[in-house]
């Protein structure tokens, strides 16, 4: 009990980025940073009054402090150019930690975990060209042909991939991890733009299912994935169809209807043109020039157009079974959705 005390006790402290010292301060003094340092490090337990404080500092309930971990988490991938604190990094793998634990244990209760196949394992990526012929390929297991994706949040659920979305600062674009080495689960930012999330989204995926040389180094990882989210939102026969095999210029009209039906950004879409040489790499050097040069051409190249919202409604649809269902009570619920009772009840309303 001391352990599983400890570690939960050092999680939630972390994932709200404060101190020992200023844990103190929250709880207006009635026991030490030494105290603290003993708790966490599985030393002695607190009192009955002491451990009510620690809760209430930490806005967590008391059966958290004491939940054991039933899941191993893999490594969280941060981007080098997001230039995150360490608090911040923190903070943000521990509420992912926590929402993963409580949708796993919702998945439980509802008899909704499924596993997760990857469609790719078998093409090894050394070049552009091997990432191309993966993105096809999932395209074409995943049943998607050259269409467009309505909804990548959507398609991911759908192929047992979760997706969680938390509060973050704007550095932060996303992560995804392996839970128990075998249920991925991908990470956005919620305050983000749809093409943004979708971008995102599918860059984690090139993480999880590429099978990418261990001898490529972070950059080239990167690049990769980035070419299999453009491969996957903008099918290169598409591109041919649409824009064409070659071109010196392409208009704004015909980036908007691209933008607006493929739910991909217009910096996105010229990268894509590049990496397909239907324009060259003097003209998308010229259109970066140009945006950032011109506030008025930034601000359209930037403008989000693509109209269905990227969110992740799972969770919240197994919680509303689980109820309905009468697998659990309210009150349950309510501490796996961290609601209150009256917030479900007005919520999720029984037909």
Not at 91 to 115: M, N, P, Q, V
Not at 261 to 284: E, F, Q
Not at 323 to 335: D, N, Q
């Amino acid at each position: 009990m001391k352990e599983i005390f400890s570690k939960r006790l050092k999680s939630a402290r972390k994932m709200l980025g404060l101190s020992m010292d200023k844990l103190v301060e929250r709880m207006d003094g009635i026991v030490s940073k030494n105290a603290i340092s003993k708790y966490e490090n599985a030393e002695m337990m607190p009192n009955s009054t002491v451990l009510l404080a620690l809760c209430n500092a930490l806005g967590v309930k008391p059966d958290y402090m004491f939940r054991p971990f039933s899941l191993e988490l893999g490594e969280f991938e941060f981007r080098k150019k997001a230039s995150l604190g360490v608090k911040d990094i923190n903070r943000i793998k521990g509420e992912i930690s926590d929402y993963i634990e409580r949708y796993f244990e919702l998945e439980e209760i509802t008899a909704e975990s499924h596993d997760f196949i990857n469609p790719v394992s078998n093409i090894n990526i050394l070049n552009f060209d091997d990432v191309e012929t993966a993105a096809a390929k999932l395209r074409k297991d995943w049943k998607l042909g050259n269409s467009s994706i309505d909804s990548v949040v959507e398609l991911l659920e759908y192929n047992n991939i979760k997706v969680i979305e938390i509060e973050a600062p704007e550095k932060f674009d996303g992560s995804c991890t392996l839970v128990n080495n075998q249920y991925p689960v991908i990470v956005l930012n919620k305050n983000y733009s749809n093409e943004r999330k979708r971008f995102t989204a599918l860059h984690e995926l090139g993480h999880l299912v590429l099978d990418i040389a261990n001898s490529a180094d972070n950059k080239v990882h990167e690049s990769y994935c980035n070419r299999f989210a453009g491969a996957l939102l903008l099918a290169q026969d598409v591109v041919y169809k649409t824009i064409g095999t070659q071109r010196h210029r392409v208009s704004t009209y015909e980036l908007d209807e691209i933008q607006k039906k493929y739910g991909i950004s217009i910096d996105a879409i010229m990268y894509r043109l590049k990496d397909l040489r239907v324009i060259t790499a003097n003209n998308h050097r010229y259109f970066c020039i140009r945006k950032n040069k011109e506030k008025s051409f930034k601000s359209y190249v930037e403008q989000s157009r693509y109209n269905t919202n990227e969110v992740s409604n799972r969770f919240n649809r197994l919680l509303a079974k689980s109820i309905s269902e009468e697998l659990i009570s309210y009150s349950k619920a309510a501490a796996i959705s961290l609601r209150t009772v009256n917030e479900l009840k007005q919520d999720i309303i029984l037909a």
